[in-house]
């Protein structure tokens, strides 16, 4: 697990040490222990299926198809599971934030939530990319895009 919250924390984007970093980690509201489901896990499980979903339906499934077979329907599926986890990145620690729901030794913004959402978003697009030039291949229809 420590190389999913390294994966995340590398880019910098939200505070980790006494931050948000600690929350997503699971850190309890007492402030005792890591006892709390880990954010940064169910995150990347949301953004490996979210993508992997968008991305094999746009080469296999409804989008294998002549008039969406442009450069630009691709990234707007892509963009379009970026979104979405985006928004589920920010959810969940933002939801916690307006409940109170975290420990109060943490110094923790709704900025650093934006930075979440922003880093899954970033990884998110990522991942477009990298299943995309694994998968595209075999396409009857969209094998060349993107070019």
Request: overall charge neutral; some cysteine; charged content about 10%.
């Amino acid at each position: 697990m420590d190389w999913l919250i390294a994966f995340f924390e590398s880019l910098n984007l939200y505070s980790s040490q006494n931050g948000l970093g600690e929350h997503l980690q699971g850190l309890d509201v007492q402030c005792n222990d890591y006892t709390g489901k880990s954010i940064y896990y169910m995150v990347f499980i949301w953004m490996f299926t979210v993508n992997s979903l968008v991305i094999i339906n746009y080469y296999y499934g409804l989008f294998n198809r002549r008039p969406f077979n442009r450069w630009w329907w691709w990234l707007i599926n892509v963009l379009t599971g970026t979104a979405i986890i985006f928004t589920v990145a920010f959810m969940y620690p933002n939801n916690d934030l307006i409940t109170g729901n975290y420990c109060k030794d943490l110094q923790i913004s709704e900025l650093d939530c934006v930075g979440f959402g922003l880093t899954a978003a970033i990884y998110s697009f990522i991942w477009c990319c990298l299943l995309t030039l694994l998968i595209k291949w075999k396409s009857s229809v969209n094998k060349k895009v993107p070019v």
